[in-house]
């Protein structure tokens, strides 16, 4: 397995899973044109977890001044409880503290206990409920990690 920078090609294969696996009952925005953005926006990263070519799960992150902030992550079924999903947050985290940036912000849906103990395994944590955060329909948690503290 390895991960690396989403070209143009991976953009409808990442749209799909994130219709698939993320954006399951809320109706499908990041479509292909979405992702494309995504990967060609310069203040921005797409990451790729492949296996023998083929794409297992990604990330999308965007970076400003001082944040960086995880838009999306995914990992297909089969691949889960490899590591998958805490490579691609690696990288996203080891990518803003090469930029400069040491707090790292996302949300989850408030019903993904799955997601969000994985995310608390890894040094994220809550900090804001969002009621309706979702399109009106599901509300969502936010959660932050200050990377500076953690290489103290």
């Known amino acids: ?4 920078l989403a070209d143009l090609q991976d953009a409808l294969i990442i749209a799909e899973m994130s219709r698939n696996l993320i954006e399951v009952g809320l109706g499908w925005s990041w479509k ?3 992702v494309l953005r995504s990967i060609t926006d310069q203040d921005a990263s797409v ?3 492949c296996e023998a070519d083929r794409v297992i799960g990604f990330a999308i992150a965007k970076y400003r001044r ?3 902030h995880i838009l999306l992550l995914a990992v297909d079924q089969a691949s889960r409880r490899r590591g998958v999903g805490t490579m691609l947050v ?5 990518t803003a503290l090469i930029a400069g940036i040491g707090i790292v912000y996302l949300e989850a849906r408030l019903n993904n206990v799955g997601a969000r103990a994985f995310y608390d395994a890894l040094g994220y944590r809550e900090f804001r409920t969002e009621p309706g955060r ?5 509300s ?3 959660l932050g990690k200050d990377l500076w503290l953690e290489r103290q």
Do not use: P, S, T
Not at 1 to 4: F, G
Not at 90 to 94: Q, S, V, Y
């Open 90 to 94: 690696r990288w996203i985290e080891k």
């Open 140 to 142: 969502g948690v936010c």
């Open 32 to 34: 292909e044109q979405r």
């Open 134 to 138: 979702y399109r009106g329909l599901e």
């Open 47 to 49: 990451a790729v977890a």
């Open 1 to 4: 397995m390895r991960i690396r």
């Open 66 to 68: 001082e944040e960086a």
